[in-house]
């Protein structure tokens, strides 16, 4: 996405060819107040804005995106936080959270397929797959949580894996439905946008890491009931439906509503409680009539090419880059 600046907003950014920290820290601001997509924007005065530019050794990048996790969940109070980073890093993860796709044998993958190829090219970087766990290493499972993947300047790929300690996640359960804990599903507390990119001019741009706020029906339908992601519909409605029944129709839907009450009550009880579709659209049509009228900053789309290695996604998600034009 491209801004375009207005002239009565430029004199926010006149003086040096460089931004400052604090000039930086405006158009971040700016670029998501003005976002094409993401209804929870009405706050975007609060976005904290941290500055790595001019860090371009590996393992420092590595552990201020670490950082990044920890000043955005803040032990489940969740916060806005964008991480502008310098223009030679390049993040080959989609988010700096994401589970592993494993290609198994018969043809069937482990863990997420969107992550097929991105999983493939942290085992060639030398990440050895499963989760960390007292010292040593489970083996492969279906939420296995990707290393960071970077490159710096054209060089190798290397991979960074993050401790358990800044990855947030929240085991799902049900209420009413004790077997539904037996299932295993689990999802991760902050959707962190790596691939988004700060254009102040055609010839200065910064990468960005961006995190936000789930809304609990993006969990539910997008990312665990997705036929082409993890596919949970079925596996729950025949938990639910009698020996013998059909898990089609109205059995998928029963199962998509009880998936999203556990999402709710899962989330609710790590203190984390993510808002609902419904809740989320009266605070965003609540907040364009507070606008001022007049010039401010307006969006284009322009689409963003893959690096090396990375997994395609859908049209509109992830495939966009962050600009700021002046």
């Not at 990044?68 to 993040?91: F, M, N, Q, Y």
């Not at 358990?164 to 037996?182: C, D, I, K, S």
């Not at 090419?305 to 049209?315: E, I, K, L, N, Q």
Request: hydrophobic share 45%; charged share 20%.
């Amino acid at each position: 996405m491209r801004i375009e600046i207005a002239a009565a907003d430029r004199g926010q950014l006149a003086g040096p060819t460089i931004p400052t920290t604090e000039q930086l820290a405006w158009a971040a601001r700016v670029a998501w107040a003005n976002a094409d997509k993401g209804i929870g924007r009405l706050r975007w005065r609060g976005l904290h804005v941290r500055d790595l530019r001019g860090v371009t050794d590996p393992d420092a990048v590595a552990s201020g995106l670490a950082e990044h996790l920890r000043v955005a969940t803040r032990d489940g109070k969740i916060r806005s936080v964008a991480t502008v980073l310098d223009p030679g890093v390049e993040i080959l993860n989609e988010q700096l959270v994401g589970y592993a796709g494993y290609q198994q044998a018969d043809g069937s993958i482990l863990g997420d397929p969107r992550h097929l190829e991105l999983t493939t090219l942290a085992l060639r970087a030398g990440w050895p797959g499963g989760r960390p766990v007292d010292g040593g290493r489970l083996l492969p499972g279906p939420f296995d949580v990707l290393p960071l993947l970077l490159r710096v300047h054209g060089g190798p790929v290397i991979a960074y894996e993050l401790s358990p300690e800044r990855v947030l996640e929240v085991n799902l359960e049900h209420p009413g439905y004790a077997w539904f804990a037996q299932l295993g599903l689990r999802w991760y507390a902050v959707p962190a946008m790596a691939r988004h990119r700060l254009h102040f001019t055609d010839a200065l741009a910064y990468p960005v890491a961006f995190s936000g706020f789930y809304v609990a029906f993006e969990i539910a339908c997008r990312e665990l009931a997705d036929q082409n992601r993890y596919n949970v519909l079925p596996m729950i409605a025949r938990c639910l439906a009698p020996e013998g029944a059909r898990t089609e129709g109205f059995a998928l839907q029963e199962a998509a509503r009880v998936l999203h009450q556990a999402i709710l009550h899962s989330f609710g009880r790590a203190g984390m409680v993510p808002p609902t579709a419904s809740a989320r659209l009266e605070i965003y049509h609540r907040y364009f009539p507070r606008r001022k009228p007049g010039p401010r900053p307006m969006y284009r789309p322009i689409d963003a090419p893959y690096p090396a290695g990375a997994t395609p996604v859908s049209a509109g998600y992830g495939q966009r880059r962050l600009e700021a034009a002046v």
